[in-house]
């Protein structure tokens, strides 16, 4: 009788054990979704920043083209409108020189604007990558945490390996989301 009780004070002592190590896991599982989560509302801060900078400079870009536009149109009309002479080719070619100024003004014409705007948006589409690791990350730690948290309850080891290769997975796409984005997105 007393072998009999002796196995099962080890058994009781091996299950609270892996209790133990699956609590273990959780808070590991927890702490690196803290951090995932972290890194989604970073990448998400960014990903508005810039797509409302790049906005911005659309609206500037149209604004230069329509007033480029205007420059053209107006230098035309007095072309054939205002009468011939000094002041009608004065005229002309102020507004043609305006005009061309819009186009490609060092750091404020259409040209200078669409880089800018172009190079907001590449950063905005790197945000939304980094974005997507970072939940997709989230996801996987969330679901670890809930099959290990299951696991503490039914006792079963194997849900205890899968909650923990669902957080490995979560940490490799974490990590993906700060040094390789494009390589853990799926959207």
Request: glycine share 10%; charged share 20%.
């Amino acid at each position: 009788m007393s072998e009999s009780l002796e196995e099962h004070e080890k058994a009781a002592e091996a299950a609270e054990g892996g209790k133990r190590w699956s609590a273990l896991l959780i808070a590991a599982l927890a702490a690196g979704l803290a951090f995932a989560e972290q890194g989604a509302q970073k990448a998400q801060t960014s990903m508005s920043a810039d797509a409302i900078a790049a906005a911005d400079l659309w609206a500037q870009y149209q604004a230069k083209s329509i007033r480029a536009n205007e420059a053209k149109d107006i230098a035309a009309l007095a072309a054939v409108a205002v009468p011939a002479g000094q002041a009608r080719d004065d005229l002309v070619n102020r507004l043609q020189a305006d005009a061309n100024r819009f186009e490609t003004e060092k750091g404020v014409g259409k040209a200078a604007i669409a880089a800018a705007a172009k190079a907001h948006e590449d950063a905005r589409d790197a945000a939304h990558e980094k974005l997507e690791a970072f939940h997709n990350a989230s996801a996987a730690l969330q679901l670890g945490i809930v099959l290990t948290t299951a696991s503490v309850i039914t006792g079963s080891t194997g849900l205890v390996v899968l909650g923990g290769l669902l957080g490995v997975a979560g940490v490799v796409l974490g990590l993906l989301g700060i040094f390789k984005p494009e390589w853990a997105g799926w959207g």
